[in-house]
T-cell receptor, first 114, second 114 residues
Framework: DTEVTQTPKHLVMGMTNKKSLKCEQH?????MYWYKQKAKKPPELMFVYSYEKLSINESVPSRFSPECPNSSLLNLHLHALQPEDSALYLC?????????????FGSGTRLTVV | QQQVKQSPQSLIVQKGGISIINCAYENTAFDYFPWYQQFPGKGPALLIA?????SEKKEGRFTISFNKSAKQFSLHIMDSQPGDSATYFCAANGTNFGNEKLTFGTGTRLTIIP
C-alpha cells in the first residue's frame, strides 16, 4: 500500500461548526504532515508529526488542532473557521529524516467555509 | 533565505517540444531538491529529485540540471506530451533544529498544446 488516504474529499462547513479531517497511511512512515494549499499557490506547511509527537507548528491559529492518535492516523480538528480558511488541505507522510526522498501526498480535502 | 524562486509562472509548449522550468535558492544549507507534479484536484506527486553533489539527473523524459555555484536548478521535459499538462513545483529540503522542512517554489502551470 503506497497511498495516503484523506477523508472526506470535500467538506462545506459553517463558521460555528466543528469538523475533523482524517488522514491514513500504511507505509510504515513515522513522519506525517498537514499542508494548506490555496488556489494557484504552493502547499504551505502547517504541522509536522514525528513518531506521533508534534515537532513543527508553523504558527497556525488555534482554530486548527492536529492530533496523531497512532503511527498510521493523522487528524486535523477544525473549529470556528473563517471563510479565508477555505483551501485544499493536504496530508503527507515520509520516513523520519527522509522527507525529501519519499514524501507521499494524499489527494486532499477541499474545504469550503461559509 | 528560505525562499525558492520559480519561473516562469506559466508555460505553453507545443507537443514534442522541450519544456524548461527554472528555480533559484539562497540557502546553501538546502540538501535535496525535488520536483513535484500536481494535477487539478490531486495532491503533488514526486517526479524527480537531485542532491547538490550531482550536476544532472535523468529519468525518462525528465531531467534535472543543477548548478551549485549559481544556486540554480531546472527541470527539462523532453518530447512534451499533452498528459504532461500540470502544475510543477520545485522544492528544497532543509533541516532546522533537527526538523526537516520542504520549501516549495511558487509553481509553474504547464500547458502542452497539440
Amino acid at each position: 500500500d503506497t497511498e495516503v488516504t484523506q477523508t472526506p474529499k470535500h467538506l462545506v462547513m459553517g463558521m460555528t461548526n466543528k469538523k475533523s479531517l482524517k488522514c491514513e497511511q500504511h507505509m510504515g512512515h513515522r513522519a506525517m504532515y498537514w499542508y494548506k494549499q490555496k488556489a494557484k499557490k504552493p502547499p504551505e506547511l502547517m504541522f509536522v508529526y514525528s513518531y506521533e509527537k508534534l515537532s513543527i507548528n508553523e504558527s497556525v491559529p488555534s482554530r486548527f488542532s492536529p492530533e496523531c492518535p497512532n503511527s498510521s492516523l493523522l487528524n486535523l480538528h477544525l473549529h470556528a473557521l473563517q471563510p479565508e480558511d477555505s483551501a485544499l488541505y493536504l496530508c503527507a507522510s515520509s520516513q523520519v529524516g527522509m522527507s525529501a526522498y519519499g514524501y507521499t501526498f494524499g489527494s486532499g480535502t477541499r474545504l469550503t467555509v461559509v | 533565505q528560505q525562499q525558492v524562486k520559480q519561473s516562469p509562472q506559466s508555460l505553453i509548449v507545443q507537443k514534442g517540444g522541450i519544456s524548461i522550468i527554472n528555480c533559484a535558492y539562497e540557502n546553501t544549507a538546502f540538501d535535496y531538491f525535488p520536483w513535484y507534479q500536481q494535477f487539478p484536484g490531486k495532491g503533488p506527486a514526486l517526479l524527480i529529485a537531485i542532491r547538490p553533489d550531482v550536476s544532472e539527473k535523468k529519468e525518462g523524459r525528465f531531467t534535472i540540471s543543477f548548478n551549485k555555484s549559481a544556486k540554480q536548478f531546472s527541470l527539462h521535459i523532453m518530447d512534451s506530451q499533452p498528459g504532461d499538462s500540470a502544475t510543477y513545483f520545485c522544492a528544497a529540503n532543509g533541516t532546522n533544529f533537527g526538523n526537516e522542512k520542504l520549501t516549495f517554489g511558487t509553481g509553474t502551470r504547464l500547458t502542452i498544446i497539440p
